[in-house]
């Protein structure tokens, strides 16, 4: 049962524009959103994070949208640049359950066209 | 240079046999992850700690051991009652605290032939 679901595979947009990357998640317990990025061969980097408590969170480039009502969290990418060419991870934990290791969904590939 | 470094970054091994992935993370860090990628999927959780002598099954324990006998080191065996042990393997560190974001090492491919 995938608990973090990135139901987009793949995202292709061209440089300067707008990247909108999704996620949608089913544990109502999860209290902490975060999104990495991964280039081949390689550990995911950290990004951005959103506690449950708040709505949005930005960070130069990157912000991240939470709708919890409809547990959906969202990662904007404004403007895309070559370099932000990865796969992106949506992630999820539920402190409160004593289990402090991430849930992480399949990603999505975002190529950024010159 | 602090960070976590695992190694080696490819490995070979016949089918049968047990195989030791290292991990050592010079952050001061209390929790310590292993994480499986296969391809097109997500990491998925191996095992687990939050503290020296201490660590917990993952979603995909079966097949796997782990100890934690130093706060640096948390390595990880893929034994031979693992199906379907090549894959690229992830561990990763934190601070254990709440919200604290994971920091993960280049990983080791283990391929099993």
């Known amino acids: 049962d995938q608990q973090v679901k990135q139901n987009s595979p793949s995202l292709s947009v061209q440089e300067g524009r707008i990247s909108i990357l999704n996620c949608d998640y089913t544990?109502?317990?999860?209290?902490?959103f975060l999104w990495y990025k991964k280039y081949p061969a390689e550990g995911p980097t950290f990004l951005i994070s959103i506690s449950s408590i708040k709505d949005k969170n930005e960070d130069g480039r990157f912000t991240v949208f939470l709708n919890k009502s409809a547990k959906h969290l969202s990662l904007h990418i404004v403007p895309s640049q070559p370099g932000d060419s990865a796969v992106y991870f949506c992630a999820a934990t539920a402190m409160d359950t004593g289990r402090r290791a991430l849930t992480f969904g399949s990603g999505t590939r975002l190529q950024v066209q010159p | 240079d602090g960070g976590i470094t695992q190694s080696p970054k490819y490995l070979f091994r016949k089918e049968g046999q047990n195989v030791t992935l290292s991990c050592e993370q010079n952050l001061n860090h209390d929790a310590m992850y292993w994480y499986r990628q296969d391809p097109g999927q997500g990491l998925r959780l191996i095992y687990y700690s939050q503290i020296v002598n201490d660590f917990q099954k993952g979603d995909i324990a079966e097949g796997y051991s782990v100890s934690r006998e130093k706060k640096e080191s948390f390595p990880l065996t893929v034994t031979s009652a693992q199906k379907n042990p090549t894959a690229f393997y992830l561990c990763a560190s934190s601070t254990g605290s709440e919200g604290s974001p994971l920091h993960f090492g280049n990983g080791t491919r283990l391929t099993v032939t």
């Open positions: 544990n109502s317990m999860f209290d902490y």
